[in-house]
Protein backbone atom coordinates (compact mmCIF):
# COMPACT_ATOMS: atom_id res chain seq x y z
CA UNK A 1 0.00 0.00 0.00
CA UNK A 2 1.14 3.84 -1.00
CA UNK A 3 0.06 6.83 -1.56
CA UNK A 4 -3.40 7.77 -2.94
CA UNK A 5 -3.32 6.86 -6.77
CA UNK A 6 -4.35 9.62 -9.87
CA UNK A 7 -5.08 7.42 -12.68
CA UNK A 8 -4.81 8.35 -16.25
CA UNK A 9 -6.21 6.22 -19.17
CA UNK A 10 -5.75 7.20 -22.87
CA UNK A 11 -5.09 4.92 -26.06
CA UNK A 12 -3.32 7.09 -27.57
CA UNK A 13 0.32 6.29 -26.16
CA UNK A 14 1.82 9.98 -26.53
CA UNK A 15 -1.37 11.77 -24.93
CA UNK A 16 -1.17 8.97 -22.43
CA UNK A 17 2.48 9.74 -21.48
CA UNK A 18 2.11 13.59 -21.50
CA UNK A 19 -0.88 13.60 -18.98
CA UNK A 20 1.04 11.47 -16.68
CA UNK A 21 3.97 13.84 -17.27
CA UNK A 22 2.44 16.81 -16.40
CA UNK A 23 0.80 14.91 -13.57
CA UNK A 24 4.20 13.62 -11.78
CA UNK A 25 5.03 17.41 -12.10
CA UNK A 26 2.39 18.71 -9.70
CA UNK A 27 1.51 16.03 -7.80
CA UNK A 28 4.21 13.25 -7.99
CA UNK A 29 5.06 13.86 -4.22
CA UNK A 30 1.90 13.56 -2.55
CA UNK A 31 0.48 10.97 -5.31
CA UNK A 32 0.91 8.33 -7.59
CA UNK A 33 0.56 8.47 -11.24
CA UNK A 34 -0.24 5.34 -13.30
CA UNK A 35 -1.31 5.74 -16.70
CA UNK A 36 -2.87 2.23 -19.04
CA UNK A 37 -2.75 2.85 -22.79
CA UNK A 38 -6.63 0.85 -22.92
CA UNK A 39 -9.76 1.04 -20.92
CA UNK A 40 -9.58 -3.18 -19.82
CA UNK A 41 -5.60 -2.48 -18.92
CA UNK A 42 -7.06 0.15 -16.46
CA UNK A 43 -9.91 -1.99 -14.85
CA UNK A 44 -7.24 -4.43 -14.55
CA UNK A 45 -4.87 -2.37 -12.74
CA UNK A 46 -7.88 -1.10 -10.69
CA UNK A 47 -8.75 -4.36 -9.83
CA UNK A 48 -5.12 -5.14 -8.55
CA UNK A 49 -5.35 -1.65 -6.73
CA UNK A 50 -8.62 -2.77 -4.86
CA UNK A 51 -7.23 -6.23 -3.84
CA UNK A 52 -3.70 -4.44 -2.30
CA UNK A 53 -5.79 -2.12 -0.44
CA UNK A 54 -4.52 1.08 -2.05
CA UNK A 55 -6.80 4.19 -2.79
CA UNK A 56 -7.42 5.79 -6.21
CA UNK A 57 -8.10 9.67 -5.70
CA UNK A 58 -9.13 10.47 -9.31
CA UNK A 59 -9.19 9.28 -12.49
CA UNK A 60 -9.23 10.86 -16.39
CA UNK A 61 -10.49 8.66 -18.90
CA UNK A 62 -10.18 9.48 -22.67
CA UNK A 63 -13.70 9.78 -24.30
CA UNK A 64 -12.77 7.89 -27.90
CA UNK A 65 -10.95 4.59 -27.02
CA UNK A 66 -12.13 1.10 -28.95
CA UNK A 67 -13.46 -1.74 -26.40
CA UNK A 68 -14.52 0.78 -23.88
CA UNK A 69 -15.27 4.57 -24.24
CA UNK A 70 -14.53 6.71 -21.84
CA UNK A 71 -17.93 7.18 -20.06
CA UNK A 72 -18.23 3.24 -20.13
CA UNK A 73 -14.93 2.89 -18.33
CA UNK A 74 -15.34 5.48 -15.43
CA UNK A 75 -19.00 3.25 -14.92
CA UNK A 76 -17.14 0.24 -14.17
CA UNK A 77 -14.57 2.13 -12.53
CA UNK A 78 -16.89 3.28 -10.14
CA UNK A 79 -18.00 0.08 -8.71
CA UNK A 80 -14.59 -0.94 -7.76
CA UNK A 81 -13.67 2.86 -6.75
CA UNK A 82 -16.64 4.00 -5.83
CA UNK A 83 -15.42 7.83 -4.54
CA UNK A 84 -12.58 8.39 -6.86
CA UNK A 85 -13.45 11.37 -8.33
CA UNK A 86 -13.80 11.32 -12.47
CA UNK A 87 -12.86 13.40 -15.38
CA UNK A 88 -13.40 12.70 -19.60
CA UNK A 89 -10.25 13.63 -21.45
CA UNK A 90 -12.46 15.02 -24.93
CA UNK A 91 -12.27 16.39 -27.81
CA UNK A 92 -13.94 20.06 -28.65
CA UNK A 93 -16.82 17.35 -30.37
CA UNK A 94 -17.53 15.66 -27.96
CA UNK A 95 -18.14 17.77 -25.45
CA UNK A 96 -21.95 17.47 -25.75
CA UNK A 97 -21.25 13.88 -24.47
CA UNK A 98 -18.96 15.11 -21.87
CA UNK A 99 -22.16 17.07 -20.65
CA UNK A 100 -24.35 14.06 -20.52
CA UNK A 101 -21.62 12.14 -18.93
CA UNK A 102 -22.11 14.62 -16.08
CA UNK A 103 -25.39 14.66 -16.00
CA UNK A 104 -25.88 10.72 -16.50
CA UNK A 105 -23.02 8.70 -15.05
CA UNK A 106 -21.85 11.31 -12.13
CA UNK A 107 -18.44 12.85 -14.15
CA UNK A 108 -16.76 15.43 -12.22
CA UNK A 109 -15.42 17.28 -14.77
CA UNK A 110 -14.25 16.97 -18.66
CA UNK A 111 -11.01 18.14 -19.94
CA UNK A 112 -10.47 19.40 -23.62
CA UNK A 113 -7.86 18.42 -25.78
CA UNK A 114 -5.16 20.15 -25.65
CA UNK A 115 -4.85 21.42 -21.82
CA UNK A 116 -1.69 23.78 -22.53
CA UNK A 117 -0.50 25.47 -20.39
CA UNK A 118 -1.62 23.11 -17.54
CA UNK A 119 -1.50 25.38 -15.00
CA UNK A 120 -4.35 26.69 -16.65
CA UNK A 121 -6.46 23.85 -17.91
CA UNK A 122 -5.39 20.68 -16.44
CA UNK A 123 -4.09 21.64 -12.78
CA UNK A 124 -7.32 23.50 -11.96
CA UNK A 125 -9.64 20.94 -12.36
CA UNK A 126 -7.39 17.94 -10.82
CA UNK A 127 -7.35 20.43 -7.69
CA UNK A 128 -10.99 19.98 -7.68
CA UNK A 129 -10.98 16.98 -8.14
CA UNK A 130 -8.14 16.38 -4.62
CA UNK A 131 -10.46 18.46 -3.09
CA UNK A 132 -13.53 16.89 -3.34
CA UNK A 133 -11.99 13.25 -3.27
CA UNK A 134 -10.51 14.42 0.44
CA UNK A 135 -13.94 15.83 1.55
CA UNK A 136 -15.03 11.91 1.08
CA UNK A 137 -13.12 10.57 3.98
CA UNK A 138 -11.73 7.68 1.62
CA UNK A 139 -8.74 6.27 3.48
CA UNK A 140 -6.27 3.02 2.72
CA UNK A 141 -6.74 -0.53 3.94
CA UNK A 142 -3.61 -2.38 4.95
CA UNK A 143 -5.27 -5.25 7.32
CA UNK A 144 -6.23 -8.35 5.77
CA UNK A 145 -9.83 -8.40 4.34
CA UNK A 146 -12.06 -10.89 4.83
CA UNK A 147 -15.46 -11.54 2.58
CA UNK A 148 -18.01 -13.56 4.18
CA UNK A 149 -21.40 -13.95 5.57
CA UNK A 150 -22.96 -13.78 8.93
CA UNK A 151 -23.95 -16.75 8.61
CA UNK A 152 -21.00 -18.73 7.57
CA UNK A 153 -19.02 -21.00 9.43
CA UNK A 154 -16.33 -21.30 7.47
CA UNK A 155 -16.63 -16.99 7.20
CA UNK A 156 -16.34 -17.13 11.28
CA UNK A 157 -13.72 -19.58 11.32
CA UNK A 158 -11.31 -17.41 8.84
CA UNK A 159 -12.30 -14.83 10.69
CA UNK A 160 -11.30 -16.35 14.45
CA UNK A 161 -8.24 -18.26 12.73
CA UNK A 162 -7.15 -14.70 12.45
CA UNK A 163 -8.67 -12.59 15.53
CA UNK A 164 -6.89 -14.83 17.86
CA UNK A 165 -3.28 -14.91 16.04
CA UNK A 166 -3.56 -11.23 16.52
CA UNK A 167 -3.46 -10.72 12.47
CA UNK A 168 -5.26 -7.30 11.90
CA UNK A 169 -8.19 -7.68 9.21
CA UNK A 170 -11.71 -6.03 8.29
CA UNK A 171 -14.12 -8.14 7.74
CA UNK A 172 -16.61 -7.26 5.00
CA UNK A 173 -20.12 -9.30 4.04
CA UNK A 174 -20.64 -10.52 0.81
CA UNK A 175 -24.29 -8.79 1.28
CA UNK A 176 -22.60 -5.12 1.28
CA UNK A 177 -21.64 -3.39 -1.94
CA UNK A 178 -17.83 -2.86 -0.24
CA UNK A 179 -17.60 -7.05 -0.46
CA UNK A 180 -19.49 -7.22 -3.77
CA UNK A 181 -16.89 -4.85 -5.31
CA UNK A 182 -13.82 -7.18 -3.76
CA UNK A 183 -15.01 -9.81 -4.85
CA UNK A 184 -15.99 -8.45 -8.33
CA UNK A 185 -12.30 -7.12 -7.99
CA UNK A 186 -10.73 -10.59 -7.23
CA UNK A 187 -12.56 -12.13 -9.65
CA UNK A 188 -14.67 -14.49 -6.92
CA UNK A 189 -18.48 -14.80 -6.22
CA UNK A 190 -20.48 -15.22 -3.30
CA UNK A 191 -20.21 -19.01 -3.65
CA UNK A 192 -16.37 -18.88 -2.85
CA UNK A 193 -16.60 -17.45 0.82
CA UNK A 194 -14.87 -17.49 2.98
CA UNK A 195 -12.39 -15.27 0.40
CA UNK A 196 -9.22 -13.91 2.07
CA UNK A 197 -7.68 -10.87 0.91
CA UNK A 198 -3.78 -10.43 1.83
CA UNK A 199 -2.62 -6.58 1.76
CA UNK A 200 -0.47 -7.75 -0.98
CA UNK A 201 -3.28 -8.45 -3.30
CA UNK A 202 -3.16 -12.09 -3.00
CA UNK A 203 -6.85 -13.74 -3.38
CA UNK A 204 -7.67 -17.27 -1.15
CA UNK A 205 -11.15 -18.43 -1.65
CA UNK A 206 -12.12 -21.18 0.71
CA UNK A 207 -8.88 -21.56 2.65
CA UNK A 208 -7.82 -23.59 5.25
CA UNK A 209 -6.28 -22.06 8.55
CA UNK A 210 -3.15 -23.27 6.76
CA UNK A 211 -3.22 -21.53 4.00
CA UNK A 212 -4.43 -18.01 5.30
CA UNK A 213 -1.26 -19.10 8.01
CA UNK A 214 0.91 -18.79 5.14
CA UNK A 215 -0.74 -15.65 3.52
CA UNK A 216 -0.92 -13.75 6.41
CA UNK A 217 2.80 -14.09 7.25
CA UNK A 218 2.65 -16.72 9.67
CA UNK A 219 5.48 -19.34 9.85
CA UNK A 220 4.01 -22.45 8.81
CA UNK A 221 7.47 -24.79 8.00
CA UNK A 222 10.19 -25.15 10.48
CA UNK A 223 13.55 -24.25 10.12
CA UNK A 224 15.14 -27.11 11.36
CA UNK A 225 14.97 -30.54 11.13
CA UNK A 226 16.20 -31.19 14.79
CA UNK A 227 15.65 -29.22 17.94
CA UNK A 228 16.45 -29.32 21.58
CA UNK A 229 12.89 -28.86 22.91
CA UNK A 230 9.43 -29.36 20.63
CA UNK A 231 6.37 -27.91 22.73
CA UNK A 232 3.59 -28.84 21.51
CA UNK A 233 0.70 -26.77 21.97
CA UNK A 234 0.56 -22.66 22.94
CA UNK A 235 -1.92 -22.01 25.61
CA UNK A 236 -0.45 -20.72 28.93
CA UNK A 237 1.96 -23.86 29.37
CA UNK A 238 3.04 -24.22 26.12
CA UNK A 239 4.04 -20.71 25.90
CA UNK A 240 5.66 -20.38 29.56
CA UNK A 241 7.93 -23.47 28.65
CA UNK A 242 8.99 -22.08 24.89
CA UNK A 243 9.71 -18.60 27.02
CA UNK A 244 12.29 -20.64 29.61
CA UNK A 245 13.26 -23.00 27.27
CA UNK A 246 14.63 -20.42 24.40
CA UNK A 247 15.78 -18.20 27.19
CA UNK A 248 18.21 -21.19 28.87
CA UNK A 249 19.91 -22.12 25.41
CA UNK A 250 17.74 -24.44 24.73
CA UNK A 251 17.11 -24.38 20.66
CA UNK A 252 13.02 -24.58 20.76
CA UNK A 253 9.90 -24.27 18.38
CA UNK A 254 6.45 -24.49 19.70
CA UNK A 255 3.97 -25.79 17.22
CA UNK A 256 0.36 -24.67 17.35
CA UNK A 257 -2.60 -26.36 15.72
CA UNK A 258 -4.72 -23.49 15.62
CA UNK A 259 -3.89 -20.34 17.91
CA UNK A 260 -1.43 -19.14 20.42
CA UNK A 261 -3.25 -18.52 23.90
CA UNK A 262 -5.61 -22.05 24.14
CA UNK A 263 -9.13 -21.47 25.94
CA UNK A 264 -6.73 -18.30 28.29
CA UNK A 265 -6.29 -16.59 24.96
CA UNK A 266 -9.98 -16.61 24.65
CA UNK A 267 -11.06 -15.09 28.05
CA UNK A 268 -12.11 -11.39 27.88
CA UNK A 269 -10.60 -10.65 31.29
CA UNK A 270 -8.79 -12.49 33.67
CA UNK A 271 -8.39 -11.16 36.89
CA UNK A 272 -6.79 -12.70 39.26
CA UNK A 273 -2.97 -13.61 37.78
CA UNK A 274 -0.82 -12.36 39.43
CA UNK A 275 0.93 -9.10 38.43
CA UNK A 276 -2.05 -7.39 37.18
CA UNK A 277 -4.33 -6.34 39.41
CA UNK A 278 -6.32 -4.76 36.94
CA UNK A 279 -7.27 -7.26 35.37
CA UNK A 280 -5.43 -8.86 31.93
CA UNK A 281 -7.22 -10.33 28.49
CA UNK A 282 -6.15 -13.45 27.77
CA UNK A 283 -5.25 -11.82 24.25
CA UNK A 284 -3.13 -9.05 25.78
CA UNK A 285 -1.26 -11.62 27.69
CA UNK A 286 -1.08 -14.30 25.07
CA UNK A 287 0.46 -11.56 22.72
CA UNK A 288 3.11 -10.70 25.88
CA UNK A 289 3.91 -14.04 26.22
CA UNK A 290 4.13 -14.31 22.17
CA UNK A 291 6.73 -11.82 21.79
CA UNK A 292 8.52 -12.77 24.79
CA UNK A 293 9.46 -15.88 23.18
CA UNK A 294 10.05 -14.97 19.95
CA UNK A 295 12.59 -12.15 21.89
CA UNK A 296 14.61 -15.42 23.52
CA UNK A 297 14.89 -16.86 19.82
CA UNK A 298 11.99 -19.56 19.94
CA UNK A 299 10.76 -20.40 16.67
CA UNK A 300 6.83 -20.92 16.25
CA UNK A 301 4.82 -23.09 13.80
CA UNK A 302 1.52 -21.82 13.15
CA UNK A 303 -1.59 -24.15 11.76
CA UNK A 304 -0.23 -27.30 12.07
CA UNK A 305 -1.81 -30.36 13.15
CA UNK A 306 0.21 -32.99 15.34
CA UNK A 307 -0.64 -36.46 14.60
CA UNK A 308 1.22 -38.69 16.15
CA UNK A 309 4.50 -38.88 18.71
CA UNK A 310 7.45 -41.54 18.37
CA UNK A 311 10.77 -42.46 20.53
CA UNK A 312 13.20 -42.94 17.60
CA UNK A 313 16.52 -44.21 19.71
CA UNK A 314 17.03 -40.96 22.05
CA UNK A 315 15.72 -39.23 19.48
CA UNK A 316 11.75 -37.96 19.78
CA UNK A 317 10.03 -36.99 16.68
CA UNK A 318 6.61 -35.44 16.17
CA UNK A 319 4.68 -36.39 12.95
CA UNK A 320 2.17 -33.91 11.23
CA UNK A 321 -1.01 -34.62 9.48
CA UNK A 322 0.57 -33.27 6.01
CA UNK A 323 3.23 -36.66 6.73
CA UNK A 324 6.29 -34.87 7.82
CA UNK A 325 7.59 -34.77 10.88
CA UNK A 326 10.59 -32.91 13.00
CA UNK A 327 12.62 -34.03 16.18
CA UNK A 328 14.13 -32.96 19.24
CA UNK A 329 15.60 -34.29 22.16
CA UNK A 330 13.01 -33.86 24.56
CA UNK A 331 9.30 -32.84 24.43
CA UNK A 332 7.28 -30.76 26.23
CA UNK A 333 3.22 -31.27 25.61
CA UNK A 334 1.07 -28.55 26.66
CA UNK A 335 -2.10 -29.34 23.93
CA UNK A 336 -4.31 -28.63 26.56
CA UNK A 337 -8.13 -29.41 26.33
CA UNK A 338 -11.13 -28.59 24.22
CA UNK A 339 -14.74 -27.55 25.59
CA UNK A 340 -17.09 -30.95 25.37
CA UNK A 341 -19.25 -30.91 22.35
CA UNK A 342 -22.99 -29.75 23.29
CA UNK A 343 -25.02 -33.04 23.00
CA UNK A 344 -28.11 -31.35 22.04
CA UNK A 345 -30.23 -31.99 18.58
CA UNK A 346 -29.35 -29.18 15.82
CA UNK A 347 -25.97 -28.07 17.31
CA UNK A 348 -23.68 -29.87 15.12
CA UNK A 349 -25.71 -27.97 12.32
CA UNK A 350 -25.33 -24.73 13.68
CA UNK A 351 -22.48 -25.07 14.75
CA UNK A 352 -20.75 -21.64 13.85
CA UNK A 353 -23.77 -20.84 12.48
CA UNK A 354 -24.76 -18.77 15.85
CA UNK A 355 -23.99 -21.93 17.73
CA UNK A 356 -20.19 -21.13 19.39
CA UNK A 357 -17.55 -22.79 21.66
CA UNK A 358 -15.56 -20.60 23.64
CA UNK A 359 -15.96 -16.65 23.76
CA UNK A 360 -16.06 -16.17 19.77
CA UNK A 361 -15.24 -12.27 20.79
CA UNK A 362 -15.42 -11.77 16.64
CA UNK A 363 -19.40 -12.07 17.17
CA UNK A 364 -19.53 -9.18 20.06
CA UNK A 365 -20.71 -6.20 17.66
CA UNK A 366 -23.47 -8.61 16.10
CA UNK A 367 -24.95 -9.20 19.90
CA UNK A 368 -26.08 -5.35 20.39
CA UNK A 369 -29.40 -5.65 21.42
CA UNK A 370 -29.65 -9.46 21.17
CA UNK A 371 -30.72 -11.96 24.00
CA UNK A 372 -27.53 -14.41 24.53
CA UNK A 373 -27.33 -17.40 26.34
CA UNK A 374 -24.26 -18.65 27.58
CA UNK A 375 -23.60 -22.72 28.76
CA UNK A 376 -21.43 -23.43 31.66
CA UNK A 377 -20.67 -22.68 35.35
CA UNK A 378 -16.79 -22.28 35.25
CA UNK A 379 -14.67 -18.39 35.05
CA UNK A 380 -14.39 -18.93 31.50
CA UNK A 381 -18.50 -19.04 31.08
CA UNK A 382 -18.49 -16.38 33.95
CA UNK A 383 -15.94 -13.91 32.07
CA UNK A 384 -17.65 -14.68 28.43
CA UNK A 385 -20.89 -13.22 30.51
CA UNK A 386 -19.29 -9.77 31.73
CA UNK A 387 -17.67 -9.25 28.29
CA UNK A 388 -21.34 -10.03 25.71
CA UNK A 389 -23.15 -8.14 28.76
CA UNK A 390 -21.58 -4.82 27.73
CA UNK A 391 -23.25 -6.04 23.98
CA UNK A 392 -26.12 -7.61 24.44
CA UNK A 393 -30.18 -6.69 25.68
CA UNK A 394 -29.40 -9.40 27.98
CA UNK A 395 -27.34 -12.52 28.77
CA UNK A 396 -28.83 -15.40 30.54
CA UNK A 397 -25.97 -18.01 31.80
CA UNK A 398 -27.32 -21.70 32.16
CA UNK A 399 -26.25 -24.03 34.50
CA UNK A 400 -27.66 -28.03 35.14
CA UNK A 401 -26.76 -27.25 39.01
CA UNK A 402 -27.61 -25.35 42.43
CA UNK A 403 -25.40 -22.32 42.15
CA UNK A 404 -22.20 -21.26 40.77
CA UNK A 405 -20.26 -21.92 44.36
CA UNK A 406 -19.02 -24.75 43.17
CA UNK A 407 -17.09 -24.03 39.97
CA UNK A 408 -16.61 -20.45 40.12
CA UNK A 409 -14.44 -17.94 41.77
CA UNK A 410 -16.06 -15.84 44.07
CA UNK A 411 -14.72 -12.24 42.92
CA UNK A 412 -16.03 -13.43 39.53
CA UNK A 413 -19.41 -14.51 40.89
CA UNK A 414 -19.39 -10.63 42.73
CA UNK A 415 -19.01 -9.39 39.46
CA UNK A 416 -22.05 -11.46 37.70
CA UNK A 417 -24.41 -10.05 40.98
CA UNK A 418 -23.58 -6.60 39.94
CA UNK A 419 -24.50 -6.55 36.39
CA UNK A 420 -28.12 -5.66 35.82
CA UNK A 421 -28.29 -7.61 31.95
CA UNK A 422 -26.58 -11.23 33.22
CA UNK A 423 -29.07 -13.57 35.10
CA UNK A 424 -28.66 -17.16 36.29
CA UNK A 425 -30.75 -20.35 35.56
CA UNK A 426 -30.05 -22.91 37.43
CA UNK A 427 -31.32 -26.74 37.20
CA UNK A 428 -31.36 -26.21 33.06
CA UNK A 429 -29.82 -28.06 29.79
CA UNK A 430 -29.90 -26.53 26.40
CA UNK A 431 -32.53 -29.84 25.25
CA UNK A 432 -32.70 -28.36 21.37
CA UNK A 433 -31.72 -25.48 19.57
CA UNK A 434 -33.57 -25.02 15.77
CA UNK A 435 -33.03 -22.51 12.83
CA UNK A 436 -32.47 -22.91 9.31
CA UNK A 437 -30.18 -20.47 7.94
CA UNK A 438 -28.92 -19.82 11.77
CA UNK A 439 -30.14 -20.24 14.97
CA UNK A 440 -32.98 -18.77 15.98
CA UNK A 441 -34.47 -20.33 18.98
CA UNK A 442 -33.45 -22.69 22.24
CA UNK A 443 -35.59 -25.22 23.89
CA UNK A 444 -34.36 -25.06 27.71
CA UNK A 445 -35.10 -28.09 29.60
CA UNK A 446 -35.81 -27.94 33.70
CA UNK A 447 -33.33 -31.17 34.88
CA UNK A 448 -35.87 -31.26 37.56
CA UNK A 449 -39.17 -31.62 36.44
CA UNK A 450 -38.25 -32.09 32.93
CA UNK A 451 -40.51 -29.23 32.34
CA UNK A 452 -39.13 -27.20 28.58
CA UNK A 453 -39.39 -23.72 27.23
CA UNK A 454 -38.58 -22.45 24.32
CA UNK A 455 -36.69 -18.52 23.56
CA UNK A 456 -36.01 -16.17 20.99
CA UNK A 457 -32.18 -15.88 20.50
CA UNK A 458 -29.65 -15.98 17.59
CA UNK A 459 -26.41 -16.74 19.91
CA UNK A 460 -25.60 -19.83 22.35
CA UNK A 461 -21.93 -19.78 23.59
CA UNK A 462 -20.77 -23.13 25.10
CA UNK A 463 -18.03 -23.44 28.18
CA UNK A 464 -18.54 -27.29 29.27
CA UNK A 465 -16.26 -29.10 30.63
CA UNK A 466 -12.80 -30.37 29.04
CA UNK A 467 -11.64 -33.01 27.16
CA UNK A 468 -8.45 -33.57 26.45
CA UNK A 469 -8.51 -34.96 22.76
CA UNK A 470 -5.30 -37.30 22.93
CA UNK A 471 -6.61 -39.50 20.96
CA UNK A 472 -3.40 -39.46 19.04
CA UNK A 473 -1.42 -40.74 21.86
CA UNK A 474 -3.19 -44.08 21.98
CA UNK A 475 -0.66 -46.68 22.74
CA UNK A 476 2.32 -44.52 23.16
CA UNK A 477 1.90 -42.57 26.30
CA UNK A 478 -0.34 -43.95 29.43
CA UNK A 479 -3.29 -42.02 30.09
CA UNK A 480 -5.62 -42.14 32.42
CA UNK A 481 -9.49 -43.15 32.22
CA UNK A 482 -10.71 -39.66 30.69
CA UNK A 483 -7.46 -39.31 28.65
CA UNK A 484 -5.11 -36.92 30.48
CA UNK A 485 -1.96 -38.04 30.46
CA UNK A 486 -0.30 -39.55 33.53
CA UNK A 487 3.45 -38.22 35.05
CA UNK A 488 5.84 -38.58 37.00
CA UNK A 489 4.39 -40.48 40.59
CA UNK A 490 1.29 -41.32 39.36
CA UNK A 491 2.78 -43.79 36.41
CA UNK A 492 4.38 -45.81 39.57
CA UNK A 493 2.31 -48.15 40.73
CA UNK A 494 2.74 -50.96 43.14
CA UNK A 495 6.78 -49.61 42.85
CA UNK A 496 6.21 -51.00 39.22
CA UNK A 497 7.35 -48.08 36.56
CA UNK A 498 5.43 -48.01 33.40
CA UNK A 499 5.37 -50.33 31.19
CA UNK A 500 8.41 -50.07 28.02
CA UNK A 501 10.58 -48.00 30.42
CA UNK A 502 13.82 -48.82 30.51
CA UNK A 503 15.97 -45.65 32.57
CA UNK A 504 17.20 -47.15 36.39
CA UNK A 505 15.40 -44.14 37.79
CA UNK A 506 11.67 -43.25 37.85
CA UNK A 507 9.50 -40.62 36.18
CA UNK A 508 10.37 -36.93 36.93
CA UNK A 509 7.21 -35.62 38.24
CA UNK A 510 6.07 -34.30 34.97
CA UNK A 511 7.62 -36.58 32.80
CA UNK A 512 5.54 -39.10 30.69
CA UNK A 513 5.94 -43.02 30.40
CA UNK A 514 8.45 -41.87 27.50
CA UNK A 515 11.63 -40.73 28.93
CA UNK A 516 12.27 -37.00 27.83
CA UNK A 517 9.03 -36.56 27.03
CA UNK A 518 7.31 -33.98 29.85
CA UNK A 519 3.57 -32.73 30.22
CA UNK A 520 2.51 -29.22 31.42
CA UNK A 521 -0.73 -27.61 31.68
CA UNK A 522 -4.52 -28.88 31.50
CA UNK A 523 -3.74 -31.14 29.56
CA UNK A 524 -1.91 -33.72 32.27
CA UNK A 525 -3.96 -35.94 34.32
CA UNK A 526 -4.08 -33.85 37.93
CA UNK A 527 -3.27 -30.69 37.15
CA UNK A 528 -4.73 -27.32 38.69
CA UNK A 529 -6.68 -26.02 35.58
CA UNK A 530 -5.62 -22.44 36.42
CA UNK A 531 -3.26 -20.02 34.08
CA UNK A 532 -0.90 -19.22 36.49
CA UNK A 533 -0.28 -23.23 37.50
CA UNK A 534 -0.36 -23.46 33.40
CA UNK A 535 2.59 -20.92 33.53
CA UNK A 536 4.56 -22.67 36.09
CA UNK A 537 4.04 -26.44 34.52
CA UNK A 538 5.92 -24.97 31.53
CA UNK A 539 8.88 -23.60 33.53
CA UNK A 540 8.66 -26.68 35.81
CA UNK A 541 8.97 -28.96 32.67
CA UNK A 542 11.92 -27.22 31.07
CA UNK A 543 13.72 -27.71 34.53
CA UNK A 544 13.20 -30.99 34.36
CA UNK A 545 14.27 -31.20 30.78
CA UNK A 546 17.59 -29.94 31.68
CA UNK A 547 17.73 -32.73 34.22
CA UNK A 548 17.10 -35.52 31.27
CA UNK A 549 19.63 -33.43 28.61
CA UNK A 550 22.07 -33.73 31.28
CA UNK A 551 21.71 -38.04 31.87
CA UNK A 552 22.04 -38.23 28.10
Known amino acids: MGKPVLLTVDDDPGVSRAVARDLRRRYGEEFRVLRADSAMDALDALRELKLRGDVVAAMLADYR ?15 LFPRARRALLTAYADTDAAILAINLVDVDHYLLKPWDPPEEKLYPVVDALIETWRATGDTAVAETRVIGHRWSAPSFRARDFLARNAVPYRYFSVEDAEGLRLLEAAGA ?3 DIPVVITPEGATLCQPSDTEIAGAVGLSTKPSAEFYDLVVVGAGPAGLGAAVYGASEGLRTVLVERQATGGQAGQSSRIENYLGFPDGVSGAQLTDRARRQARKFGAETLSAREVTGLEARGSARVVHFGDGTEIAAHSIVLATGVAYRQLDAPGVAELTGRGVFYGSAVTEAPACAGQDVYIVGGANSAGQAAVFFARHAKRVVILIRGESLQASMSHYLIQQLDQIDNISVRTHTEVAQVHGDEHLERLTLRNTQDGGTETMDSPYLFVFIGAA ?18 RTGPDLVRENRRPPGWALSRDPYYMESSVPGVFVAGDVRAASVKRVASAVGEGAMAVTLVHRYLGEQ
Open 65 to 79: MPQLNGIEFLEQAMD
Open 468 to 485: PRTEWLDGVLVRDERGFV
Open 189 to 191: CPD
